[in-house]
Each structure stands twice: as C-alpha cells, then as structure tokens.
C-alpha cells in the first residue's frame, strides 16, 4: 500500500493532460531543413514563439538608404611580366603581379569592397544592398595567369573578381583548363561569358550572334555547376540588338569597353582600362575620382 498515493497522483496528472489543461500541454514542433532531418523538439503551448535569430549583417558598410553610389568596373586582361619593348600591345594589356598586388592590398585599404558584376546588377537593379564604397574587378579571356597569378592575390586580401571565359578557348594553350576555372569558382568568384570564340558580335548574323551569346554561357555553366549571369562583349563591340539578344538568353549584366557612362542600362555598363603603364598614384587617382 505504500505505492497507492504515488500511483494515485500520476493518474491523476494524466486526466489533466487529457482534458485539456493548458498547463500541462505539451506539443511536438519540428524545424526540417532542406534535408528534412532535423531532430524535433518540445515547446510548451503556453511559452511564446523563440525569437528567430537575427540576420548576419553585410559584410560591407552598405549605402545610405535610397541611395546609389556609382560603383567603378575595373578592366583586367593580364597578371604577368612582359617586356613592353618587345610586346608593346601585350604590355599595354598586363599588370604586373606585384602592380595588381599593391592596387588591390590598396583598395583594402583604403576602405573599398571589391563587388562581382552579378551582384553589382542586382544592387543596380534594387534587389540588393549597395555597399558605400565597392569597386568591381573584371579580366577578360582567361588567361592561364588569373589561376596562377591574380587568384592568390584576391585570396591573400579578401577580395573577390568576375572573370569572363572564352569557352571555345579553354585549355588552349596560355588558357585556363575547367578544372583551374572550377578552381576559381569553388574559391568564391564569378565566371562570366565572353563568347564561343571571341568573334566580333557585330559581324555575325542574328542567329549566329544567340549562339555565340547564350551556348557560350551554358557551356560554362555546366562545367562549373552554377549559373552564369554576367556577359562581356567581345573586344567591347555592341550594338542595340546584341544587348537585347544577351538580356533575353537569361544574363542579368554585359560590360563594354567603354571608359565613361552611366550605370543606367545594365547591358551597356562601362569599365576603367587599367594599363601595364599605369602609376600607383594613377590607379588610386583613376578609382578615387569615381568614388573618393
């Protein structure tokens, strides 16, 4: 008989549970991921909902609100040394690496944030935060020396660039492979289109200019495993027809080369050359001028 009391208030406590008391209630809630698979866990009915955790902030000092700023597109080819006596074009197309190393250790700095063009359309567009004070750094072609030269430089200073690939010339030689291209992807940068074959757009046939435009984009997409949402014209050669034909194949930006412009039209966007001539003080001068 010393059990009965005991025995007595559990049943009792049971009846409760059953009728209703909100007190006593007890319910299951589950919070599935992806996966679906996360473990469940009890909350009381009478406790408030848990305060979701907030949000990371921006990894940058975003733009006053309803704000702007105009966000300087720097135009990269080459990260090598060239002897400009005996390749004066190739010269003119280069940076050293110990140039692209002071330029970008100098834009960290001096507090810029380097931007991908993706995320600098979608900024444009209002979908998006603006940082306060972001620069985009661009190269052309894919060059063998952005693996080799240029990527341990954005890595060693947290930075980050959008590199457009000539799919047609991939693992030729003086090129990037797909697997350095992947390399380049799963570091945190963008890759971009630059055609087929880095043909003139504005010589080709409308058809002939959709493929070039949008089978170099999927062919790049699906060797790399992700979208490819950013487009440069060849040798910067546009015309009204080509920018809409690269907006309708599904890329949300395209880049010229022209030097100055409006950020207006996402498909037309201008860039800052930087030459293998270029001082330090004109490179900070060339950037500040846009955005002191």
């Known amino acids: 008989m010393r059990f009965a009391f005991p025995t007595a208030v559990v049943v009792l406590l049971l009846v409760a549970i059953v009728s209703g008391s909100n007190s006593a209630r007890l319910t299951l809630s589950r919070a599935f991921g992806a996966a679906g698979n996360a473990t469940p866990t009890i909350q009381s009915l009478d406790m408030p909902p848990a305060t979701p955790a907030p ?3 921006p990894a940058f000092a975003p733009a006053p609100g309803g704000q702007r700023p105009y966000i300087p597109i720097l135009m990269y080819h080459y990260v090598r040394n060239v002897d400009q006596a005996t390749d004066p074009l190739g010269y003119g197309l ?5 140039q692209f190393a002071a330029q970008v250790e100098w ?8 931007i991908q063009m993706s995320a600098l359309a979608a900024c444009i567009r209002g979908e ?9 750094l661009t190269f052309d072609d894919g060059y063998m020396d952005a693996f080799t030269a240029a990527l341990p430089v954005l890595q060693e200073y947290g930075a980050t660039a959008t590199f457009y690939i000539v799919s047609g010339f991939v693992g030729k030689d003086a090129y990037m492979s797909w697997d350095e291209i992947r390399t380049l992807r799963n570091a945190g940068m963008e890759i971009g289109a630059h055609s087929i074959s880095h043909i003139d757009l504005t010589t080709l046939s409308h058809d002939e200019n959709v493929d070039q435009i949008a089978r170099s984009g999927a062919e790049i997409a699906a060797q790399i495993g992700a979208p490819v949402r950013s487009f440069c014209y060849p040798s910067g050669k546009f015309t009204p027809e080509i920018a809409t034909i690269t907006r309708d194949v599904g890329y949300t930006n395209a880049v010229t080369t022209i030097q100055e412009g409006a950020q ?3 498909f037309t966007l201008p860039r800052l050359r930087i030459y293998g001539d270029m001082s330090q003080d004109g490179f900070q001068a060339t950037v500040a001028a846009y955005l002191p």
């Not at 834009?107 to 380097?114: A, V, W």
């Not at 998006?128 to 985009?136: G, I, N, Y």
């Open 264 to 266: 207006n039209d996402l």
């Open 55 to 57: 949000l990371p902030p």
């Open 94 to 98: 280069s940076v050293t690496p110990d």
């Open 128 to 136: 998006s935060l603006c940082p306060a004070r972001a620069v985009a």
């Open 107 to 114: 834009l960290r700095r001096s507090g810029y944030d380097t």
